[in-house]
């Protein structure tokens, strides 16, 4: 009888939480649709490309929502069952509130599991063609800056013409095997300027062994070319301004996060970002089996039907307070006022220290 009642639990509760999915990624969808159709107006495009930009964005935006969502899941799934009386019933055959919260959360922390595993490399796999489309698309911006497998390229204009900044390497405060590339107003190539390491702490940038090479009609190259030990390059950038635009770790899978740890370091991801995002992976199903326990709390200690409206505006609430106290968090850490291992684990310490004491008293019910 226990694995029939336990069947019905689980299937009962995953159903629910596939529909609210489901429903976030609708929303999802025609929000950011607006977004894209407003990006590629201006191109010679069909409106399918923006619907195939918004599928391939979505998912790593609803996997970001993903404890909020199982919280509003279960909150719906426990009203459901007080609704029909199916938690009454259950509780006659000796299941009390603290077994059917249990049961509930290790289900959401197995799934949060299943999320790592494998969902996680699909919405990473989404979100890089996502933001390469994005960039194929964006050639015509002045300031562009893309760190990938292969470096960093940065696109910046300037009075003269544009410049290219290619990089196999990014450091703390410098680049590395660094090729630069200045264009006229004609987008003619005039100047390459290589380095093997140039300080970009602050600007100007200073280059170490500096080669320039001078081209005349865009085809010839200068052949006595300058060796310079401490050459001066001026730039818009600096190492602050590029780590402040490039904090993005989403197109990283947690598998490739584990494996390739070492490798995306040497890139120029810090291994401070390189924790906290493999910090908020570890955490994730614990956070999703706490936010089933808070669901609990919130609503399985009754068996009144009514208060609908009641369970709405506490679950709006409490979404907006753990959001907002998740973000507050991580600007503590980000600002070096607590580690930043810490800031991505403070919520999921008070959320357990609030559920600790709560669900000792739905159990009592």
């Known amino acids: 009888m226990n694995g029939v009642l336990n069947k019905y639990l689980i299937s009962g509760f995953l ?52 404890p909020f969502i199982i919280f509003l899941a279960t909150m719906w799934y426990f009203i459901s069952i007080k609704a029909n009386t199916d938690l009454l019933s259950i509780k006659t055959f000796g299941y009390s509130n603290l077994k059917v919260s249990i049961l509930l959360s290790l289900t959401a922390f197995i799934f949060g599991l299943f999320i790592l595993i494998a969902v996680n490399p699909i919405t990473s796999t989404l979100v890089k063609y996502y933001e390469q489309e994005k960039a ?23 009075r003269k013409g544009p410049t290219i900044i290619s990089a196999k390497k990014f450091t703390a405060d410098s680049l590395g095997d660094v090729t630069i590339y200045i264009f ?24 170490e062994k500096a080669k320039i090479y001078n081209f005349i009609n865009n085809e010839n190259i200068i052949e006595n070319t300058v060796d310079e030990t401490n050459y001066l390059f001026e730039s818009e950038y600096t190492f602050e301004k ?3 635009l490039y904090k993005n770790l989403n197109t990283v899978s947690f598998i490739s996060l584990l494996t390739d740890y070492e490798e995306l370091n040497e890139r120029g991801y810090s291994k401070k970002i390189l924790n906290e995002k493999l910090n908020k992976f570890i955490s994730l199903p614990v956070f999703l089996s706490l936010m089933v326990f808070l669901a609990a709390i919130f609503t399985i200690g009754s ?44 919520p999921i310490i008070a959320i357990t220290l609030f559920c600790s004491i709560g669900i000792i008293q739905i159990n009592e019910k």
């Open 136 to 158: 194929r698309y964006s050639r015509d911006i002045d300031h562009l800056i893309s760190i990938n497998k292969n470096g960093v390229w940065i696109k910046e204009a300037t």
């Open 303 to 346: 068996l009144k039907k009514t208060q609908n409206l009641y369970f709405f505006f506490i679950s709006i609430i409490t979404c907006v307070v753990i959001y907002y106290f998740k973000d507050f968090s991580l600007a503590l850490g980000q600002t070096e006022r607590i580690t930043l291992i810490l800031s991505v684990w403070m």
């Open 15 to 66: 159903k629910i939480v596939f529909n609210t999915v489901l429903i976030f990624i609708s929303l999802g969808i025609i929000l950011n649709l607006f977004e894209e159709i407003e990006f590629f107006k201006n191109l010679n495009e069909s409106l399918s490309l923006p619907f195939v930009m918004s599928l391939s964005f979505v998912p790593t935006l609803i996997l970001e929502l993903f």
């Open 242 to 244: 590029i780590s402040s």
């Open 184 to 207: 006229n107003n004609n987008n003619e190539i005039v100047q390459r300027i290589e380095s093997e390491k140039i300080n970009i702490k602050s600007n100007p940038w200073q280059m």
